[in-house]
Nanobody, 124 residues
Framework: QLQLVESGGGLVQPGESLTLSCEVSGFKVDYAIGWFRQAPGKEREGIACISAGGVSTYYPDSMRGRFTISKDNAKNTVYLQIDRLKPEDTAVYYC??????????????????WGQGTQVTVSS
C-alpha cells in the first residue's frame, strides 16, 4: 500500500510560479508517478508523469511548456513546477502512482494509488 501526500497549493496571482510536492511512502515498489488536475465541472486532466527511476518524463501535448515534473529519489518526493500561472489553472491537483509506464499513465489518466489533492487557485 502506497500513501501519497500532496502539498504546496494555495492562492497565487496570475503570472506567478508554484511548486507542488508529492511525498510517497509505504511499500517500496517502484511506480511511475503522475500529476493530474480536476477543475469543477471538468474532467480530470493528465499534466505530467515520470518513470519509476525518474529518468523518463511525459507531458501531454496540451501541457507542454509551463509544467515541469521532477523527482528526488532520496526524499521519495515528486515535484510539479507550474510557471506563468493562469486563472484557468485553478483546480485540485492530485498525484498518483501507477505500476506501469509514465506515458500510458498520463494518456489513460491511470493511477493505482491517489493522494487527497491540493487546491490551487489563481486569482488577482
Amino acid at each position: 500500500q502506497l500513501q501519497l501526500v500532496e502539498s504546496g497549493g494555495g492562492l497565487v496571482q496570475p503570472g506567478e510560479s508554484l511548486t507542488l510536492s508529492c511525498e510517497v511512502s509505504g511499500f517500496k515498489v517502484d511506480y511511475a508517478i503522475g500529476w493530474f488536475r480536476q477543475a469543477p465541472g471538468k474532467e480530470r486532466e493528465g499534466i505530467a508523469c515520470i518513470s519509476a527511476g525518474g529518468v523518463s518524463t511525459y507531458y501531454p501535448d496540451s501541457m507542454r511548456g509551463r509544467f515541469t515534473i521532477s523527482k528526488d529519489n532520496a526524499k521519495n518526493t515528486v515535484y510539479l513546477q507550474i510557471d506563468r500561472l493562469k486563472p484557468e489553472d485553478t483546480a485540485v491537483y492530485y498525484c498518483a502512482a501507477h505500476d506501469g509506464l509514465a506515458q500510458s499513465m498520463c494518456l489513460m489518466k491511470r493511477g493505482d494509488y491517489w493522494g487527497q489533492g491540493t487546491q490551487v487557485t489563481v486569482s488577482s
